[in-house]
T-cell receptor, first 111, second 119 residues
Framework: GEDVEQSLFLSVREGDSSVINCTYTDSSSTYLYWYKQEPGAGLQLLTY?????DMKQDQRLTVLLNKKDKHLSLRIADTQTGDSAIYFC???????????FGTGTRLTIIP | GAVVSQHPSWVICKSGTSVKIECRSL??????MFWYRQFPKQSLMLMATSNEGSKATYEQGVEKDKFLINHASLTLSTLTVTSAHPEDSSFYIC???????????????FGPGTRLLVL
């Protein structure tokens, strides 16, 4: 299967951590990506992880992968107003040679 | 690095006219480029995969005669919406992959998008 699912909305207070979740269905070796989209703009690649890894950290961003549950999360530490955007997880499927995107999670920062 | 540009950023046209959108990889060569369409408050839908020097591969349900794709060089792909109609109004986003030269041949870098409004 190629379904990638995300919750649609997340609200977080400024300064708190944001955790955006994603589930996927394909169990093959794969790359999993997080992209950020601000209003009216294209997608900005934030980070990615290969499916043989459990965790990847890059400054304020931490990606956790639970292969058994096919669950991917993106944690943003010390969330700022500039983090307001839609966050898409995406899975690269070998064989299909294309990205499958989740529905996107709209992150809203509460002052 | 890995910058992708699109031109124009937005376009308004009359129904029945054709519109060409350019996608360029500015600091890398892209053997593969992808064209997506995004409706308001929805995710991205892959339209086609464009390989340099060969015909594009279209996703199911995408009319190849309606959406003409040309990938004439390693840094440029074009999408032409022929005989555009109001239902073609959408946000079109391209992406490009640097291939093995970028370390991860599957990673795609996205352009800023082109908003098309057909009146």
């Amino acid at each position: 299967g190629e379904d990638v699912e995300q919750s649609l909305f997340l609200s977080v207070r400024e300064g708190d951590s944001s955790v955006i979740n994603c589930t996927y269905t394909d169990s093959s070796s794969t790359y999993l990506y997080w992209y950020k989209q601000e209003p009216g703009a294209g997608l900005q690649l934030l980070t990615y992880i290969f499916s043989n890894m459990d965790m990847k950290q890059d400054q304020r961003l931490t990606v956790l992968l639970n292969k058994k549950d096919k669950h991917l999360s993106l944690r943003i530490a010390d969330t700022q107003t500039g983090d307001s955007a839609i966050y898409f997880c995406a899975e690269w499927l070998f064989g299909n040679e294309k990205l499958t995107f989740g529905t996107g999670t709209r992150l809203t920062i509460i002052p | 690095g890995a910058v992708v540009s699109q031109h124009p950023s937005w376009v308004i046209c009359k129904s029945g006219t054709s519109v060409k959108i350019e996608c360029r990889s500015l600091d890398f060569q892209a053997t593969t480029m992808f064209w997506y369409r995004q409706f308001p408050k929805q995710s991205l839908m892959l339209m086609a995969t464009s390989n340099e020097g060969s015909k594009a591969t279209y996703e199911q349900g995408v009319e190849k005669d309606k959406f003409l794709i040309n990938h004439a060089s390693l840094t440029l792909s074009t999408l032409t919406v022929t005989s555009a109609h109001p239902e073609d109004s959408s946000f079109y986003i391209c992406s490009a992959s640097p291939g093995l030269a970028g370390g991860n041949q599957e990673t795609q870098y996205f352009g800023p998008g082109t908003r098309l409004l057909v009146l």
